[in-house]
């Protein structure tokens, strides 16, 4: 039963958070993304290089090139149209984003009422617990790895992804160390976790990331980062004070009395559990 309310209650709050994303998404940075993608076309078209010997031989390679261009062009990835049909496919995958979220919240605000009771509201524990995603897997990874737009260059992938596993696990296990460990030298733990990603370092881009584009192009982009940077804060500000609020009046509505029930049937609920179910 306290199952099938987990599950019901993370759908209902993925629907409307997935909403709010996708709104604040194409409210903030959608149209910053299509502007870039325009100069990122204009980089991809241009011309490669022409070495003498392959001019020499283009005449007789130029039926073998068509071939393998028409073979290139028929592999190429689907991908969703601008329009109702991008919005469409960006609205499911916020939605199934938040129902991973959401789940994951559940479960750190039931490891709250195991470990310390119902003397925190839901509301109150829920914002605690979005503030506490926000600042692991958005501001603290963001800090080293900044937002790019479609065009630049950056870093190896696989360097990133360790160190943005990197940041968000420090960012998380700082919040959790100061969230449920009530020593006091628990702020000094706290404060070693999220300094280490830093002292390791954020992988750099050995080079221009915006190598290849024109003085126009180039000065349009630069202008674009700093103002994507912006919008996906704001998304992502979004997404966690909305999980917050949605997830926490969800969590109070269905899933905190049967979980308080199965805690008090299991024989591990304190007086505050107690007096909760009553």
């Known amino acids: 039963m306290i199952f099938q309310r987990l599950i019901w209650a993370a759908l209902a709050t993925a629907v409307v958070v997935g909403s709010v994303q996708t709104g604040v998404q194409r409210w903030q940075a959608a149209p910053l993304i299509l502007a870039a993608e325009v100069y990122e076309a204009q980089k991809a078209e241009a011309p490669e290089p022409v070495t003498p010997a392959a001019h020499v031989h283009s005449d ?8 393998h261009a028409h073979e290139h062009g028929a592999a190429k990835e689907w991908e969703p149209e601008n329009g109702f049909e991008r919005i469409g496919w960006t ?34 524990l829920a ?14 990874p963001s800090l080293g790895l900044h937002a790019e737009v479609p065009g630049m260059e950056a870093a190896p992938v696989q360097a990133r992804q360790v160190w943005w596993v990197l940041a ?20 000094l733990v706290a404060a070693a976790l999220l300094a280490l990603p830093f002292l390791v370092g954020a992988p750099q881009l050995q080079g221009e990331a915006l190598a290849g584009f024109g003085p126009e192009a180039h000065a349009a982009l630069e202008k674009l980062v700093g103002q994507f940077i912006w919008a ?7 997404f966690w004070v ?21 805690l008090k049937g299991a024989g591990v609920a304190d007086a505050g559990v107690v007096n909760a179910v009553r």
């Not at 100061?178 to 702020?187: C, K, L």
């Not at 917050?244 to 009395?257: H, I, M, S, T, Y």
């Open 91 to 124: 609205w499911v995958a916020n939605s199934l984003h938040a129902f991973s979220m959401a789940l994951l919240v559940y479960a750190v605000m039931g490891v709250w009422l195991y470990r310390r009771g119902a003397s925190v509201g839901s509301l109150a």
């Open 168 to 187: 968000v696990g420090s960012a998380a296990g700082a919040c959790a160390v100061a969230g449920f460990v009530r020593a006091s030298w628990r702020w």
């Open 242 to 262: 909305s999980m917050g609020l949605v997830g926490g009046l969800a969590f109070q509505r269905w899933v905190r009395p049967g979980l308080l029930a199965v």
């Open 127 to 140: 914002a605690w617990v979005a503030a506490a995603g926000f600042v692991s897997l958005h501001l603290w």
């Open 60 to 67: 007789a390679a130029a039926p073998h090139e068509h071939e």
């Open 232 to 238: 996906t804060t704001w998304v992502a500000l979004s």
